[in-house]
């Protein structure tokens, strides 16, 4: 489960994420997506086919868009590597963030816990242009999130932001909000036509 909301101003409220594979000790294990309002889930495996008893790996590999947070001294990759919405816990978690090979991380943070938390269990090591971050220990519903700050010109951010699509435009509170805002402009102009535009009665 990956997080579907992005509460950061820097970058679109939305994550939009394409999987592109998942694998069962390297083979292609079947999988199914749906994408709710707090996180985006991804189910792995087939209920009619038990899977051994035994260690297993699990790669999942996924793209998400839009996730350069771009301030006036630096850029930013700020991003929430486990979700918040595990039902058990982790033991272990690492993450390695790869810049490309121009640039280097000249800060970087990590924040473990519940969503909002601001603990900091948990370590960053940067070699070259990779920093590697990893933490233990994560209790239910209790998130990893990293952070590193590089130089600006190292990723182009466009002028407008593309990322933007017609999903972020129909969810149900900006609908009802539009509607709400038609109906005020609607009840402004008929009552105003009905005190000074109606042609008096002869």
């Not at 985006?40 to 260690?55: C, L, T």
């Not at 590597?81 to 090979?101: C, H, M, Q, R, S």
Request: contains cysteine.
């Amino acid at each position: 489960e990956l997080p579907m909301k992005n509460a950061s101003p820097k970058v679109s409220q939305n994550n939009y994420y394409t999987v592109l594979s998942v694998t069962r000790n390297g083979l292609n294990e079947p999988y199914r997506v749906s994408a709710g309002f707090q996180n985006f889930e991804i189910r792995i495996g087939n209920k009619k086919y038990p899977i051994a008893k035994g260690n297993h790996t699990y790669k999942i590999t996924y793209e998400v868009e839009a996730q350069i947070h771009s301030y006036n001294d630096f850029d930013e990759i700020y991003w929430n590597v486990t979700g918040n919405y595990w039902a058990f816990e982790i033991d272990n978690v690492t993450a390695k963030l790869t810049l490309p090979k121009s640039a280097k991380a000249f800060q970087t943070a990590c924040y473990t816990g519940v969503f909002g938390s601001k603990a900091r269990e948990c370590d960053s090591k940067i070699v070259d242009n990779t920093v590697f971050f990893t933490s233990k220990n994560l209790k239910k519903e209790e998130g990893f999130t990293i952070a590193a700050g590089f130089p600006k010109g190292i990723v182009n951010q466009p002028f407008f932001r593309p990322h933007y699509k017609m999903e972020e435009f129909i969810e149900a509170d900006k609908i009802l909000l539009a509607i709400a805002v038609i109906a005020i402009c609607f009840a402004f102009y008929y009552f105003s036509w009905k005190r000074y535009g109606e042609d008096p009665k002869l």
